[in-house]
């Protein structure tokens, strides 16, 4: 492609997205301001035990095998 051509098309592609950044920032600004978040729940009975049980399941998982081989 001609150096030129290459440059003129860069310089379209680049106000295109000026244009488009500019409709992103109005669009933004005219919108309504968000909620703010609520605040989180202390976790439940049912996923405090999941988690303990995965971590009972890591502790096995990773005992040492010379305690096992001595019984």
Known sequence: ???????????????????????YRLAAAARLPRRPRRPRRPRDLRTRLGWALVEVGLRLAAAPKAAAASA
Not at 2 to 18: F, G, M, S, T
């Open 1 to 23: 492609m001609h150096p030129e051509n290459h440059l003129a098309l860069h310089h379209v592609r680049a106000a295109e997205l000026r244009a488009e950044a500019d409709a």
